[in-house]
């Protein structure tokens, strides 16, 4: 129950496409849903982060869609470049109050020019 | 700027020996976290602290201790390394609520 399912590992598109990252839960006491961004040699660093309250949260090219009755929630990348390259991890917590994440399994994105 | 900050970026140590991760922030956060990631496994919580002198068990604490003598130091120790500890370590923090800023990571080898 305190797992978060994340899909596909991998992913391959081209320059301007719209990859779609998907992230599945089972605890409903999950509140709060980060997706964090990682390149390679690097520590990951938050990148846009959602609340059940809201259906979709936009910052820049990067979207959350919500879907609190199916609990489920994904990450668009809208006109991808090639700096986008990167491993994505979704993420959950049960409220903030001691602010333990739980981790997806990961997706290896790869933006070809 | 925000910084967490860690001992080695490689580290290559034998079976059997003690292993000291060091972790330092410089943000004055409350709480401070060692996480493993492992390819298709994710990061996954060792431990964490939410206070200096206070810990609590994360999802696999097995074979590993930490210690928070200080606010902004957080160590890892692996009492006795063995192969499947083998990893990337990665330490965070973070204020009370709010976002995990993370360091590098330690690439730590065990043979």
């Known amino acids: 129950q305190q797992q978060v399912k994340q899909s596909p590992q991998s992913l391959i598109v081209q320059k301007g496409g719209i990859p779609i990252i998907n992230c599945a839960y089972e605890n409903t006491a999950f509140d709060y849903f980060p997706w964090y961004q990682q390149f390679p040699g690097k520590g990951p660093a938050l990148l846009i982060a959602i609340r059940p309250d809201v259906s979709e949260k936009k910052e820049g090219r990067f979207t959350i869609s919500f879907n609190k009755s199916a609990k489920q929630f994904s990450l668009h990348i809208m006109d991808s470049q090639p700096g986008d390259s990167a491993t994505y991890f979704c993420a959950a917590s049960i409220g903030q109050a001691t602010n333990k994440l739980i981790f997806g399994t990961g997706t290896l994105l790869a933006v070809q020019p | ?111």
């Open chain 2, 1 to 111: 700027d925000v910084k967490v900050t860690q001992s080695s970026r490689y580290l290559v140590k034998r079976t059997g020996e003690k292993v000291f991760l060091e972790c330092v922030q410089d943000m004055d956060h409350e709480n401070m976290f060692w996480y493993r990631q492992d390819p298709g496994l994710g990061l996954r919580l060792i431990y964490f602290s939410y206070d200096v002198k206070m810990k609590e068990k994360g999802d696999i604490p097995e074979g590993y201790s930490v210690s928070r003598e200080k606010k902004e130091r957080f160590s890892l120790i692996l009492e006795s390394a063995s192969t499947n500890q083998t990893s990337m370590y990665l330490c965070a923090s973070s204020l009370i609520t709010g976002e995990q800023y993370f360091g590098p990571g330690t690439r730590l080898t065990v043979t």
